[in-house]
């Protein structure tokens, strides 16, 4: 498609299960990022891919969150043993080199 | 990272009414977009701006990257209902680094 694509659009998910969300950037786009909103507010960074080099991953909230993306293609954002804190909607976005993000429709995620 | 507050956090207006948020900062950005995110849904990009002083119109909204680099505003004319969402301003700055404002949720009264 010509947009970044997220699934799944809705996850639920039991305290302590693992989740997977995926992201399918656009064509072309060198860059990936992974925010995190929580209900009413702004957008939290998570962590950034650009190309090949090693990814920022500073805002990762903690051990439990990981991410990886092989090289300009598919991105998958792990979280371990969810915890209900960790509710909320994430959203990937690409990017051209040092152009503009462009975002999915976000993943939520329920943590029961 | 560099920090960004964008005012106003919320707004309620008539329908027809012009308006304007804004964005600043201490810190100088290379390049700053503006967003409009409604529920459920991705933000999705309104109006970029490259240069210092640049103003720049997409229809109704008007957007302007500040001279000092620090700020920029939007302004939105004759608002209608559609236009109720969050809008998010966001800056670029140092090597492909972007932060974002915490947001500005609009509501329009018809």
């Known amino acids: 498609g010509a947009g970044v694509s997220q699934s799944p659009s809705n996850k639920v998910t039991e305290k302590g299960k693992d989740v997977e969300l995926r992201c399918d950037p656009i064509?072309?786009?060198?860059?990936l990022y992974w925010y995190r909103q929580r209900l009413g507010q702004g957008l939290e960074f998570l962590i950034y891919?650009?190309?090949?080099?090693?990814?920022?991953k500073s805002g990762l909230p903690s051990d439990r969150f990981s991410a990886e993306r092989t090289g300009e293609s598919v991105s998958t954002l792990t979280i371990q043993r969810t915890q209900q804190e960790d509710s909320a909607v994430y959203l990937c976005?690409?990017?051209?080199?040092?152009?503009?993000?462009?975002f999915g429709e976000g993943s939520r995620l329920t943590v029961l | 990272g560099q920090q960004l507050n964008q005012s106003p956090q919320s707004m309620f207006i008539q329908e027809g009414e012009d308006v304007s948020m804004n964005c600043t900062s201490s810190?100088?950005?290379?390049?700053w977009l503006w967003y409009k995110q409604e529920p459920g849904e991705g933000p999705v990009l309104l109006i970029a701006?490259?240069?210092?002083?640049e103003l720049t119109s997409n229809g109704r909204l008007t957007a302007q990257f500040g001279i000092t680099r620090k700020d920029s505003f939007l302004n939105i004319s004759a608002s209608i209902p559609s236009d109720v969402g969050i809008y998010f301003c966001?800056?670029?700055?140092?090597?492909?680094?972007?932060?974002f404002g915490i947001g500005t949720k609009l509501q329009v009264i018809p």
């Open positions: 976005a690409s990017s051209r080199f040092g152009g503009e993000l462009f």
């Open positions: 064509s072309g786009h060198t860059a």
């Open positions: 891919f650009q190309g090949n080099s090693a990814p920022d």
């Open positions: 810190s100088i950005f290379n390049t």
């Open positions: 701006l490259y240069k210092a002083g």
């Open positions: 966001a800056g670029f700055w140092g090597y492909q680094k972007v932060t």
